[in-house]
């Protein structure tokens, strides 16, 4: 299995990309609604949420333990760990699996913070090649707007903190931010990225997933829960 | 002043480096005397005055005690504990082995990447990916491959009484008791260490011999680099 070909598992996997504040999220959870509503079995992931490994990364991040590449790695492992438990297991059983961000999140993120763009493909080469990927992509100001609403600081490794661009939390998010929307427009074609603009509405944007993956829903034989 | 050199493209920052001191790597198996041999190497070290610093597997601040849990739990799967070993690996390469390299001090590494991809290869990973992955790691001034037979393996760990469920390979399900696990296990492990010979320039130590004939011809080998250093 290579995340350059496709897979023969029976189930679908789409994912969405984009920044923080791009609206990924919000448009991942209305998609996994629709589905529900329509009888599919639908299994949701996240990025960074395995058991077995989140504590090592929290205690990396708070004590600022990390550097770019056990950055990167750390967050393969957490991902390994989900492709196999969560992620594998319903797609060898016809079912749908969404993933908030998935491996061109470490393309984009890892690259803005200097790992090799061509290692840390190889390093995700195990993943599983999504059905489809939306990547959420807004304009700059639009996504440090909703990133900065409501909020006091910046974490250090969101904002880029740790390296040294910048001695201002914002300064710094919006320098690391901007390479990271760089990394993520030059991977569009090379992954095939289903472009979505962010700085639409809520409703706009999710009428557009919903198209875009219908085809996709109606040429597999997928799992039903409810008829 | 030599320049860090790595396997792939490195470490973000510290592909320019200059490192006076030498990393010397000495691997082998297990219950091969990889200590017994280190620990007569770091006194001799510094009694003819060098900073010594040794260095193992698995005892990184950052990921020592996850990857202690993760072992335990038994639904940790071959590309996660890959990939937690490899963490860890870079963990000290940059935070323990590089600092003590620019600040000139020799570093034993007991065991290298060498021993992680020998372990991942009999376990079925991707060879190919294994050494794509470790493209970060420093390439060692020298490394040391203590050689033994697999019976004479057998015999000293007998002789200890050190057979024990990993370095058995018991979670592989070669066999129904801890000894025939062992000696099929450490089998495919030295098999793998004979073909990474070649690939990873090691040089071989025979384990024949008492462990001062052994120590002699170690020390005899490593007063060559003091005497060349590597201009690469």
């Known amino acids: ?227 | 002043m030599k320049k860090a050199k790595f396997y792939g493209a490195g470490v973000p920052g510290m592909e320019k480096l200059d490192l006076p001191g030498k990393l010397i790597v000495i691997e082998g198996t297990d219950g091969v005397g990889r200590s017994t041999h280190i620990n007569l190497l770091h006194d001799w070290l510094e009694q003819i005055g060098k900073g010594v610093l040794v260095t193992g597997l698995t005892r990184s601040p950052l990921i020592g005690g996850g990857l202690q849990a993760a072992k335990e739990s038994k639904y940790l799967g071959r590309n996660t504990m890959t990939l937690f070993y490899a963490t860890d690996f870079a963990d000290r390469l940059e935070n323990e082995i590089i600092p003590a390299l620019r600040a000139g001090f020799i570093v034993i590494a007991d065991r290298y990447l060498y021993t992680l991809i020998a372990r991942d290869t009999v376990r079925g990973a991707n060879s190919g990916w294994l050494r794509e992955l470790y493209g970060f790691a420093l390439v060692p001034d020298a490394v040391f491959y203590l050689n033994i037979d697999i019976d004479n393996l057998v015999a000293r760990v007998l002789r200890a009484g050190k057979l024990n469920y990993w370095e058995a390979g018991m979670d592989m399900g070669l066999a129904d008791n801890l000894f025939d696990s062992f000696y099929i296990y450490q089998s495919m492990l030295l098999d793998e260490f004979e073909k990474m010979r070649k690939e990873f320039k090691f040089s071989t130590v025979s384990c024949q011999g008492s462990v001062r004939s052994v120590q002699t011809r170690l020390r005899k080998k490593i007063e060559k680099i003091f005497k060349t250093p590597k201009t690469t």
């Open chain 1, 1 to 227: 299995m290579s995340i350059r070909e496709k897979h023969d598992y029976p189930g679908l996997l789409f994912v969405c990309e984009g920044v923080d504040g791009s609206g990924k999220s919000t448009q991942l959870n209305l998609l996994r609604t629709w589905l529900q509503q329509e009888g599919y079995d639908v299994f949701f992931t996240e990025w960074n949420s395995s058991q077995l490994v989140k504590k090592t990364t929290k205690i990396g991040k708070k004590k600022k333990l990390l550097t770019p590449t056990t950055f990167s790695l750390i967050h393969c492992t957490d991902f390994a760990d989900r492709l196999e438990h969560v992620i594998i297991p319903p797609l060898k059983a016809g079912m749908i699996v969404l993933a908030d961000r998935y491996a061109f999140t470490a393309f984009s993120r890892d690259v803005a913070r200097g790992v090799s763009r061509e290692w840390i493909r190889s390093v995700y080469d195990f993943a599983v090649r999504p059905d489809m990927a939306f990547y959420f992509r807004p304009t700059l100001e639009t996504a440090i707007g909703r990133i900065l609403v409501g909020r006091t600081s910046l974490k250090y490794y969101e904002a880029g903190m740790d390296l040294g661009l910048s001695h201002d939390p914002i300064e710094s998010f919006r320098i690391f931010q901007t390479r990271i929307l760089d990394e993520y427009h030059a991977m569009v074609g090379e992954w095939d990225l289903q472009v979505i603009d962010a700085d639409q509405s809520i409703e706009e944007m999710q009428t557009q997933v919903r198209e875009k993956a219908l085809p996709l829903l109606k040429s597999h034989n997928l799992r039903k829960s409810r008829r």
